[in-house]
């Protein structure tokens, strides 16, 4: 594993309750990303991080936020949870960009249910 | 608990044969191209990358291969075993911060 710790690892909230999951890592790499994994959607990327403070939306943002106030923890919000948003989210981290060898390394996950 | 897509193609192999898992990927001008395996209640972990400027790339029991021509890219395992069994997935970079995967490949080992 690369350094990539998830919290929590499974939760069940109510529709309409805000959660957060967090991401920190040991690597001290400067990108940070938070992906959605669903059945017969593949990865879907939510948001990203470049810096400290430095974040962007991804394919598939509305209804989420992030925040990285240090190199080390990139946090996923969720407002207010919706039924749609029941998903495995994987948070990953890169040092490099294009061909210079973008490889990104994947967290264990954070299995979220919304009922 | 499960993590990936139900509806993934899938290849089922004899142990200790080769096989072989296709991609196809979708920007010509994407530059770099990651192999990635996912295990049924785990995260994607790297295996195998090639740049553009390649078109063969060897580590240990896996080769990839790209043909920019026709956009595709494959992984081949060589002598197959049953830890071998996982989902497996593309993914292709055109000098951004982003990776585009691929819906994945179901492997799956016989005994």
């Known amino acids: 594993d690369a350094g990539i710790t998830q919290s929590p690892r499974h939760k069940v909230t109510e529709t309409g309750t805000p959660v957060t999951l967090r991401c920190h890592q040991t690597e001290n790499h400067r990108y940070m990303y938070w992906y959605r994994q669903d059945p017969g959607h593949g990865l879907r990327l939510i948001h990203y991080s470049y810096g400290v403070k430095d974040t962007d939306k991804g394919e598939v943002s509305d209804g989420y936020s992030v925040s990285r106030s240090k190199t080390e923890d990139f946090l996923l919000t969720l407002e207010s949870a919706t039924s749609s948003q029941t998903s495995v989210y994987f948070c990953?981290?890169?040092?490099?960009?294009?061909?210079?060898?973008?490889?990104?390394?994947f967290g264990e996950g954070s299995w979220l249910t919304v009922v | 608990g499960e993590s990936v897509g139900l509806h993934l193609p899938t290849l089922s192999v004899q142990e200790g044969d080769n096989s072989i898992i296709n991609c196809a990927y979708s920007?010509?001008?994407?530059?770099?191209f990651i192999w990635y395996k996912q295990e049924s209640g785990k995260g994607p972990q790297f295996i195998i990358d090639?740049?553009?400027?390649?078109d063969k790339r060897q580590g240990q029991r896996v080769t990839v291969l790209l043909n920019k021509t026709v956009k595709h890219l494959s992984l081949q395992i060589a002598a197959t075993q049953p830890g071998d069994s996982a989902v497996y997935f593309c993914a292709e970079n055109s000098s951004s911060y982003k990776l585009i995967f691929g819906s994945g490949t179901r492997l799956l080992v016989r005994p």
């Open positions: 920007n010509s001008a994407s530059d770099y």
């Open positions: 090639i740049r553009s400027n390649m």
């Open positions: 990953a981290i890169s040092d490099k960009t294009g061909s210079s060898g973008n490889t990104i390394y």
